[in-house]
């Protein structure tokens, strides 16, 4: 018998099971995706970023170990990194879905076995073909009015607690206001942290128009969250050590906060940029990736900032929240924006473009030969003989780039809940086809250009964080320092924040306009 295993039964009879198609390359054209699931990302970047902060300090302190030749040290800290480091991997392993397209052909089957067991049966004579994609969800976030709205309810609570704590003792309202608090505390500490960041998130997903896998989002959002593990190191191990000041001395921590913090912390971030250059398709795709990297960084830095003021009750927790959800958090990502957008500028350039995304094409499948010689089916495809698919050469790369379109040919963008079907979408047997309906961003005739030098660029973004740490720095110094009273130290705070949270807003308008604007 051909064709599959056969089985004789007590009574001599003979049965034939059909062995299910093997998997093949799927179609370079062919894209899956879910059903819409917009939390799911919310949920997703709290699974990632709490074992990530705990790992940037058991990171610190293997360093540490290393640094001071303390085994147990460094012993101790491997051991409590390995389940972190399992945990991060397990939430964003890839995401794959089995497809099996069937398409008439009169010398097919009308019965097809399927791998996990039974059959499937078509009233025609039909061929299987089977394939293992990579889910390709565009990212849906939660609408961002509903997001905001969320955002102010929290501040709202922790504003009316603290008029509750301040009421007169006499009335019994502090105590409940304070036993209300520290009942809220720890869902004000998840919310204010990571809410604000899911907010802008979405705002800039919305602002800019550019369609984008969820699974490449949360790679940036990542990718910036890493970024924070070298900068934390340099803050805490390198920095104190170079800074010519004393401890004790005011103009230590302001250097802390004005020069070395934002040197390390941008230089990093746009690296973490970079990384993904050969899969930038432009300035306007560089600031969306950069945008989303200073928001993986910012994820990272809030956790803690704002962990630290729910200790110190209401009002600091609400302070907070507040600065840094309107004004910090979209600092990060604008100067991070600012990098990206140059490192776009650069991914403009084909063949540097193709020699890179061949190098890091050539590093994966070097990387899947490897696991699946020990023994790991990496690729999922049901064997152990490595990397299956086709291993161009550095020409065939570069000339396949200069003969590919460029970023603006054919733009795509989702159509509305309210419409229907996608005008034009077409599934035939030969191939698939989706064509979206032409909804292209109004283009902005104004705004803010950056710089299209790298380097330009990243000095740009280290100023203007130094500009916001340092300034805020001597707003608390200088008050204090003069022996200006508590009422006018507290509005000129107050004040100098104002300032800065609205030029930062004005300016990420501006940034957003003058991208939307290019070509």
């Known amino acids: 018998m051909q064709g599959g295993r056969t089985f004789i039964d007590q009574m001599g009879r003979m049965y034939r099971f059909k062995e299910p198609e093997p998997l093949s390359e799927p179609p370079s054209n062919l894209m899956v995706a879910r059903i819409s699931r917009p939390w799911k990302a919310y949920l997703r970047m709290l699974g990632t970023v709490i074992p990530a902060f705990f790992l940037m300090y058991v990171l610190l302190f293997l360093v540490m170990g290393m640094v001071y030749l303390e085994p147990i040290a460094v012993f101790l800290s491997g051991l409590c990194s390995a389940p972190l480091i399992a945990l991060i991997f397990r939430l964003h392993r890839p995401s794959l879905v089995h497809v099996r397209l069937l398409t008439p052909d009169e010398g097919g089957s009308q019965a097809h076995a399927l791998p996990e067991g039974g059959s499937l049966r078509t009233p025609m004579r039909t061929r299987m073909s089977r394939y293992l994609v990579r889910d390709d969800s565009v990212l849906d976030l939660p609408p961002t009015r509903q997001l905001w709205l969320l955002f102010g309810l929290v501040v709202s609570v922790l504003v009316g607690l603290l008029l509750l704590i301040l009421q007169d003792y006499q009335e019994g309202l502090a105590d409940f206001g304070i036993i209300m608090f520290l009942l809220l505390a720890i869902p004000t500490w998840i919310v204010g942290f990571s809410l604000p960041v899911l907010a802008w998130w979405g705002t800039s997903d919305r602002l800019l128009g550019i369609p984008t896998r969820r699974r490449d989002a949360e790679a940036w959002l990542m990718a910036g969250m890493a970024s924070a593990f070298p900068a934390f190191m340099f803050n805490s191990l390198i920095a104190p050590e170079i800074i010519p000041f004393e401890s004790d001395h005011w103009a230590f921590e302001f250097s802390l906060l004005a020069v070395g913090a934002p040197l390390c912390e941008e230089i990093f971030k746009a690296m973490a940029v970079a990384l993904f250059l050969p899969y930038i398709k432009g300035p306007k795709h560089g600031f969306q990736v950069g945008f989303t990297v200073g928001l993986g960084f910012a994820l990272i830095e809030n956790f803690q900032y704002i962990g630290v003021s729910v200790l110190g009750g209401p009002f600091a927790a609400s302070f907070t929240i507040l600065v840094r959800g309107i004004g910090s958090i979209p600092g990060h990502a604008v100067w991070t924006a600012v990098s990206g957008t140059a490192i776009g500028w650069m991914a403009t350039d084909k063949e540097l473009k193709a020699r890179l995304s061949w190098k890091a094409k050539s590093m994966a499948i070097s990387a899947i030969d490897i696991a699946e010689g020990v023994g790991i089916d990496t690729d999922g495809d049901g064997d152990l003989s490595g990397f299956d698919g086709s291993r161009p050469t550095l020409e065939e790369a570069i000339s396949q780039a200069s003969q590919e379109e460029g970023e603006d040919g054919q ?77 006018t ?17 004005l300016i990420a308008r501006g940034l957003i306009k003058g991208v939307n604007s290019l070509e």
Not at 451 to 456: D, G, T
Not at 490 to 505: N, T
Request: glycine residues 10%; proline residues 5%.
């Open 411 to 487: 733009p795509w963008v989702i159509i509305g809940k309210d419409s229907n079907h996608p005008k034009g979408s077409e599934f035939g047997s030969k191939e698939f086809n989706l064509t979206y309906d032409n909804n292209p961003v109004m283009r902005a005739s104004t705004g803010i250009k950056t710089p299209k030098s790298v380097s330009a660029a990243v000095t740009l973004s280290i100023a203007g964080h130094a500009f916001w740490n340092g300034s805020s720095f001597l707003s608390y110094y200088l008050p204090d320092a003069y022996g200006m009273g508590g009422s």
């Open 489 to 505: 130290a507290v509005a000129i705070q107050f004040s100098w924040i104002v300032f800065l949270v609205s030029s930062v807003l």
